[in-house]
């Protein structure tokens, strides 16, 4: 019964990932193309509202100014910094599009994400993983946050950047990454490996799979 109550909560939250907001979130999205609506707040003025609306027009989205309060409720009450952009369901990118991608690439590092809930938790890593040149990140479709309007404001439009699979099966994943020639690794949080990955970063491709309790070379 709890499984099931929690699955009908966790869905429902999910389909609620139509709007990014924030100047970043709302920027990178709009570059992107993925913007069918803009909102900003009526009474907001500055060298931001400027850009934004200027770049809303050049990518022919339309615009409503509308009331700080109309705001709050539309991000529930989250920093929106005057901007909600809504947004086509957002679109992850096929394991095999992201292997084809780093086909070429030299010791490519790709970044599983297990177990993940905390939105801001993944925003914060896809953030960092694009400032660290990471090619690609995987997450599973199930018991998992996936990419909401917290995870693209948290990101600072990181999402738009860095490819993300989602998949069903993380063990038949980390068999496909092995047969495709990544080296796996796993990482416990309160074990410090990075000087393991330097070392495995000289000898060839390579992959790190992070989950707490967990520390195993495949």
């Keep these: 019964m709890f499984h099931q109550i929690w699955q009908l909560c966790y869905t429902s939250f999910m389909e609620k990932n139509d709007i990014v907001y924030g100047v970043h979130a709302v920027t990178e999205a709009l570059i992107a193309n993925t913007g ?3 909102y900003i707040q009526d009474d907001l003025r500055g060298k931001n509202v400027e850009k934004i609306k200027d770049l ?8 409503s100014w509308t009331p700080k309060k109309t705001l709050q409720e539309m991000t529930e009450g989250a920093v929106h910094q005057g901007f909600v952009l809504r947004v086509s369901e957002f679109a992850y990118t096929d394991l095999n599009e992201i292997l084809a991608q780093v086909a070429d690439q030299d010791n490519p590092l790709l970044l599983i994400l297990d177990g993940l809930t905390d939105p801001h938790n993944l925003g ?8 660290t040149q990471v090619a690609g990140v995987i997450i599973p479709k199930h018991r998992a946050v996936g990419v909401t309007p917290v995870v693209a404001k948290t990101s600072t439009g990181a999402v738009e950047h860095v490819p993300i699979a989602r998949v069903t099966n993380l063990s038949q994943t980390l068999d496909k990454l ?10 416990r949080y309160e074990w410090n490996a990075f000087s393991q990955m330097e070392y495995q970063w000289e000898v060839g491709p390579h992959h790190w799979k992070r989950r707490q309790g967990h ?4």
């Excluded at 809303?56 to 615009?63: E, R, Y």
């Excluded at 914060?124 to 400032?131: G, H, M, P, Y």
């Design 215 to 218: 520390f195993v070379q495949y």
């Design 124 to 131: 914060s890593i896809l953030r960092t993983a694009d400032a």
């Design 56 to 63: 809303a027009a050049d990518k022919k989205v339309s615009i």
């Design 178 to 187: 092995k047969e495709a020639g990544f080296w796996i690794f796993g990482n």
């Design 36 to 38: 069918n609506k803009l």
